[in-house]
């Protein structure tokens, strides 16, 4: 499972995922629409520990209005997403730069590193290193703990069960 530096992801060939998708909408688009949901809520187990771990104060201790400010948005902006394009095809939790403002959009790189060093409350003058966490890879798969593999292999399963029932495709 490849991870980046903003998200960690679930990757299944694109074009069997989109060539799956397309059989199960000619088959019974039902079966489709709850493959991706069951997956899209795997994928909210490790969203919701990234955001879980975004709300803690943090590790070099201290905490600033600022800071808690700065947090609120990561939070906001961890989403998951899946995908059933030719191209492109899975699910990956990330926290996107387009809902931090223009001053914060460099953090989702900072925090991911193990040391990262800004300005004291503001002051450039004044810096300090402080540790990350790293939120984006080490939380996630902590969390999953093969969990979203488990349910996609699951709802692969249901969905092909389901098959059989109703017929081939």
Known sequence: MPRGDQGFQV???PLAWYQLKKDLDSFDPSLAKALRKRIRN??????DAVK??????SPA????????????????ATRI???????????????GSNRLSAENKGLLKAYNKKHFRHPLFGD????VVQEGRPYFGSVIQQALDRALVNEIQAALRDATATIKVKGTL
Not at 124 to 127: D, E, L
């Open 61 to 76: 201790g201290g905490s600033s209005p600022m800071s808690s400010e700065v947090r609120a948005q990561l939070i906001a």
């Open 11 to 13: 990757v299944i060939d």
């Open 81 to 95: 997403s899946v995908s059933f394009g030719k191209k492109a095809a899975g699910a990956k939790i990330v926290t």
């Open 52 to 57: 879980s771990s975004l709300s803690k104060p």
């Open 42 to 47: 795997a994928g909210m187990v490790a969203a």
């Open 124 to 127: 450039k003058t004044r810096w």
